[in-house]
């Protein structure tokens, strides 16, 4: 079984750019206004057409869960050396479990994150409601070396 995402794009070029990179494939299928990877790890089918939309709408996020904080750091180096702003966030009480985790947000908003998960907690109200709620474009962002912040 392999999952299907097909997401909105103002321009599939930007997008097709951002997730080679975040992926770290490149689409088997590309036209004017398409684009297909076909990922083996995650299993996914995702596709992108271009078209007018409304951003923000329901959408709250997407996410890569990986077996270790050693996984995340390998995607957000990847990442950064593709030329992704990520922002780190490491040890955060985040949906009621202690999580390490980075996000990138590609050309039209959509926010993703990489993620493992350290220990299930109790989480507080402030955190379970709060989290996953940051915006990488909107976080100040000190560019190093290697385009990443870190949030602790």
Same mark, same amino acid.
């Given at each position: 079984?392999?999952?299907?995402?097909?997401?909105?794009?103002?321009?599939? #070029?930007?997008?097709?750019?951002?997730?080679?990179?975040?992926?770290?494939?490149?689409?088997?299928?590309?036209?004017?206004?398409?684009? #297909?990877?076909?990922?083996?790890?995650?299993?996914?089918?995702?596709?992108?057409?271009?078209?007018?939309?409304?951003?923000?709408?329901?959408?709250?996020?997407?996410?890569?869960?990986?077996?270790?904080?050693?996984?995340?750091?390998?995607?957000?180096?990847?990442?950064?050396?593709?030329?992704?702003?990520?922002?780190?966030?490491? #040890?955060?009480?985040?949906?009621?479990?202690?999580?390490? #985790?980075?996000?990138?947000?590609?050309?039209?908003?959509?926010?993703?994150?990489?993620?493992?998960?350290?220990?299930?907690?109790?989480?507080?109200?402030?955190?379970?409601?709060?989290?996953?709620?940051?915006?990488?474009?909107?976080?100040?962002?000190?560019?190093?070396?290697?385009?990443?912040?870190?949030?602790?």
């Amino acid at each position: 079984m392999k999952t299907h995402l097909s997401i909105n794009v103002t321009n599939v #070029k930007d997008s097709i750019n951002f997730y080679t990179v975040m992926f770290g494939v490149e689409p088997v299928k590309v036209r004017a206004d398409y684009a #297909k990877f076909d990922i083996d790890n995650p299993r996914l089918n995702f596709t992108m057409n271009q078209q007018s939309f409304e951003r923000g709408g329901s959408l709250s996020h997407l996410g890569l869960q990986v077996e270790s904080t050693e996984e995340v750091l390998e995607m957000t180096e990847r990442w950064a050396a593709g030329g992704l702003v990520t922002l780190a966030e490491m #040890k955060t009480d985040c949906c009621y479990a202690l999580q390490d #985790k980075t996000w990138v947000q590609d050309p039209d908003g959509n926010r993703w994150e990489v993620f493992t998960v350290l220990e299930n907690t109790e989480g507080t109200e402030k955190t379970a409601s709060g989290c996953c709620s940051l915006s990488v474009g909107a976080v100040s962002i000190n560019r190093s070396e290697n385009n990443t912040a870190v949030v602790r």
